[in-house]
């Protein structure tokens, strides 16, 4: 840990840079693919007097689909409390694992509800919108 | 180092101070999930670059954005690409930080003295996907104007003062040019910036604490 | 009479002096938080007036059950153009706003069911804008409407 060296350790020079610049290049070679074979939609100019279901982007499906068990009075509690505490119990993670074998699993079991709740809530409308 | 470069770096002197950094020990044999932060990042600096040159012929005005997206995707010389690469990297940017944050779980790197960069972490993805949220306004068209109207009327649904918070985040009871203009200015200054000063955070925890080895 | 350490002690200068950098430090936090909130409200939505518009003539009026109608009005330099819904239901006549009471979605009146559906989360309205179904939280909000020399009026609250 920290910067002292180890005799097994490479240095970021020049060990790692290229490997580094590897994935960079990669990386931004993959983006201009994508952008020049699936080119983003202009749509439509907004047509403020006729019914129309907007679907939000792929990561805000999980709130879309949350809403939708909220009627009535208890929007708030799909539309702004939910989200608020999951975002407050992901950043509370490292809090929750003090260092003990139990707080990790809890830890862990943290982790592994807010992902599946993510999955299940993004996957759910794709499958049936 | 080329010539150029040896002949800056004796006036500006940048290799010795960073030499530490620069050849720091970094444990031998880490796997390939280790890039997915520095992908990551950059996406961010594709997001800024690609940001900056649609900001020359994009208008902000409720009049106007429509036109000059269209004028961005079929007149201005590669602007459908430039385009093509905003959007791509700003989907690309969260699906990394997605995974980054689950490597960095699985490798239990969240751990003292590590929280705080954990929390930097966090609050990327929430820098992130609020410039999402306010990006997708600016194009002002049908998807884009129905789907903030649907977004910010959440707002409006916490008890009390939801309504004066839907007027905050708005700018005025309804969605017009004021909010596009407020949702511009988030969009291309203030989130960079709380950005750069997150990740910055991000990246100085990471230099001083050394990264972490792993299980 | 000068400022000896008896009367103020060295320590307690610095004291206070610190502790009245912090609080000024939390004060002007503060102050800029206000200000940004302040700054950022919208200025004009508490003097609203309600103006009438021309709708349409009293002939144009459905016999009996709902008409989709446009209401169009300058606002300032824009033209904005509204949805609504025009509804004779026994001897009532009333208009209904299009836009659905949970998120804003605007409604379409469904002539075999009887009812005003929101495409976006399922709200379902009766003809008199009350909730049948779905999570909206209020009725269809009803219009203010008048009727002079034959044509109806609507009122827009701006």
């Given at each position: 840990m920290g910067n002292h060296r180890d005799e097994r350790d490479k240095s970021f020079y020049p060990d790692y840079l290229s490997e580094i610049l590897a994935a960079i290049f990669l990386t931004i070679f993959t983006v201009f693919i994508l952008a020049m074979v699936y080119a983003p939609s202009i749509d439509r100019?907004?047509?403020?007097?006729s019914a129309y279901h907007p679907k939000p982007e792929w990561y805000f499906l999980w709130i879309y689909q949350l809403i939708r068990y909220f009627p009535g009075g208890w929007a708030f509690v799909g539309t702004v409390l939910i989200p608020i505490v999951a975002a407050a119990l992901f950043i509370g993670i490292p809090f929750v694992d003090r260092g003990t074998v139990r707080s990790g699993r809890a830890a862990s079991f943290l982790f592994a509800l807010l992902s599946v709740f993510f999955l299940v809530l993004t996957v759910v409308p794709l499958l049936w919108p | 180092m080329g010539r150029l470069f040896d002949w800056v770096d004796r006036r500006f002197s940048l290799s010795t101070p960073h030499k530490n950094f620069l050849q720091r020990g970094i444990p031998a044999r880490?796997?390939?999930?280790?890039c997915l932060g520095g992908i990551a990042f950059t996406l961010v600096i594709l997001l800024v670059l690609t940001g900056m040159m649609l900001s020359i012929y994009?208008?902000?005005?409720?009049?106007e954005a429509f036109q000059s997206v269209l004028r961005i995707t079929?007149?201005?010389?590669l602007g459908a690409l430039i385009r093509g690469l905003h959007k791509w990297s700003a989907n690309l940017l969260i699906l990394f930080i997605l995974l980054h944050t689950l490597r960095v779980f699985l490798h239990k790197a969240y751990r003292p003295p590590r929280e705080l960069n954990w929390i930097a972490g966090a609050f990327t993805l929430v820098l992130t996907l609020s410039s999402g949220f306010t990006g997708?306004?600016?194009?002002?068209n049908q998807k884009a104007y129905w789907a903030t109207v649907v977004s910010t009327n959440?707002?409006?649904?916490?008890?009390?003062i939801g309504r004066h918070l839907l007027y905050l985040v708005r700018g005025g009871p309804e969605i017009d040019g004021t909010t596009l203009v407020r949702f511009y200015s988030l969009h291309v200054l203030w989130l960079p910036l709380a950005m750069g000063l997150v990740l910055w955070a991000h990246f100085h925890m990471v230099k001083r604490q050394g990264i972490s080895g792993g299980l | 009479m000068a400022l000896t350490d008896d009367v103020f002690p060295m320590d307690s200068r610095r004291d206070f002096l610190r502790r009245f950098v912090k609080s000024g430090f939390g004060l002007l936090a503060f102050l800029f938080g206000a200000t940004l909130l302040r700054f950022l409200y919208?200025?004009?939505?508490?003097?609203r007036q309600l103006l009438y518009h021309p709708l349409l003539k009293?002939?144009?009026?459905?016999?009996q059950g709902v008409r989709r109608v446009h209401l169009t009005y300058d606002k300032g330099e824009k033209t904005i153009t509204m949805r609504l819904f025009l509804v004779h239901a026994g001897a009532d006549i009333f208009a209904l706003s299009?836009?659905?009471?949970?998120?804003g979605c605007l409604v379409d009146w469904s002539r075999h069911k009887e009812q005003f559906v929101c495409?976006?989360?399922g709200g379902k309205y009766d003809m008199q804008g009350n909730?049948?179904?779905?999570?909206?939280?209020?009725?269809l909000a009803r219009m203010p409407l008048k009727i002079e020399n034959g044509v109806v009026y609507i009122g827009i609250k701006e």
């Open positions: 100019e907004i047509n403020y007097v | 880490l796997s390939y999930l280790y994009y208008v902000p005005s409720e009049a079929r007149e201005v010389r997708y306004l600016l194009p002002w959440m707002v409006s649904t916490v008890p009390l | 919208p200025s004009q939505v508490r003097t009293e002939d144009d009026i459905p016999r299009s836009s659905c009471t949970h998120l495409p976006c989360h909730v049948m179904a779905g999570p909206p939280p209020l009725a």
